[in-house]
């Protein structure tokens, strides 16, 4: 399914999406929260594509594991903790695989979201990233039991994933700086799950 | 006697919190790791990273956090560090930073420090 010069590729899809994204990520998170999301995510991943540029990886757990550390450093706000555990555990969960198979790229994502968990004591229902990235995981692993396709599989996960985005609309923050306004964050979108929704769309895009 | 680190959003939020513990406990080790390296807020991991190592090697470390990655970027310094003597205190940090201080000003050991932190 990818390669090394194919998830450096995806990543700066990645890292262009969330620059261009910027404005409307601090919208989300200016209703709900301090509005810093769009405003971090971006500096962090420009950061991590210039760390890319001259580094030196053998295997996709390094360039995994060298994204998740430069985004711990640079972003910032909570997403750093949150999407860097993230990055570094799908590393752990690679190891010294060569090349990345669909099932490689589940189980990765299954590291991720257990290191989301973990870090941000949190799970399903309280308006986070969770909510986009388990239903999306838990949709690309049914496919693929299924013995869907990588097209398919993916296409089950981003759909997943903005559903799950929709679905933050309508439930109330319980975990982060969003659940201090609790109630009254009903009707906004999470800004977490939503930009886990875009780099989920841009691996898609970029695999398909 | 016991350092204090003071993790923050806001460089001068963590400076303030340290100027008004010192008025209680001068002698007291206190580093502060507010907000990001070219001073706009949010939490550095490598703030936070160099003010824990400054204050270790005393009778043990005190982190004190403000708001969300505050939290989870300490714990992922300490993942890092592995150090034995060092401690997240949960709780207002005002409250925290000047209790805690003033404890470890008479003598007071990081346990029984973090647990009359605890009971703020």
Redesign the interface.
């Known amino acids: 399914m990818m390669k090394n010069e194919t998830i450096l590729e995806i990543v700066g899809k990645i890292a262009d999406r969330i620059s261009e994204e910027k404005l409307f990520l601090t919208e989300l998170d200016n209703a709900i929260a301090d509005g ?1 999301h769009g405003i ?1 995510m971006s500096r962090g991943f420009e950061a991590v594509k210039e760390k890319l540029s001259g580094a030196d990886i053998a295997v996709p757990a390094d360039l995994f594991k060298l994204v998740g550390m430069t985004l ?2 640079t ?8 999407y ?2 993230a990055f570094m555990n799908m590393a752990k969960a690679l190891k010294d695989r060569t090349e990345l198979s669909l099932e490689d790229f589940l189980k990765a994502l299954e590291g991720a979201v257990e290191g989301v968990k973990m ?2 004591k949190s799970t399903t229902g309280e308006k986070t990233m969770l909510d986009a990235m388990v239903p999306s995981l838990e949709a690309m692993k049914a496919a693929f039991a299924e013995g869907k396709d990588t097209k398919a599989v993916l296409e089950a996960g981003v759909n997943a994933a903005r559903e799950g985005v929709e679905y933050t609309k309508t439930i109330a923050a319980t975990k ?2 969003a659940s201090y306004i609790g109630e009254r964050s009903i009707g906004h979108q999470d800004p977490g799950a939503t930009s886990y929704t875009m780099m989920l769309e841009e691996v898609k895009k970029a695999v398909v | 006697m016991v350092a204090f680190v003071v993790v923050s959003h806001s460089a001068k939020l963590a400076d303030g919190v340290i100027d008004l513990a010192k008025m209680s406990a001068p002698e007291v080790p206190m580093f502060p790791a507010g907000g ?1 390296e070219d001073g ?7 703030k936070i990273s160099r003010a824990i190592e400054q204050a270790s090697g005393s009778d043990g470390v005190i982190v004190l956090t403000d ?3 505050a939290v ?2 300490t ?2 310094v300490l993942e890092s560090l592995d150090l034995s003597n060092v401690r997240m205190a949960e709780g207002p940090i005002v409250e925290a930073a000047v209790t805690g201080t003033v404890l470890s000003a008479s003598g007071a050991a990081l346990d029984e420090i973090m647990e009359e932190l605890e009971h703020l």
């Open positions: 810093d971090n711990v450093s972003v910032g706000g909570a997403a750093g903790p949150l860097g555990t870090r941000g982060g700086r | 990001l706009s807020y949010g939490t550095s991991f490598e708001l969300g990655s989870m970027t714990e992922m």
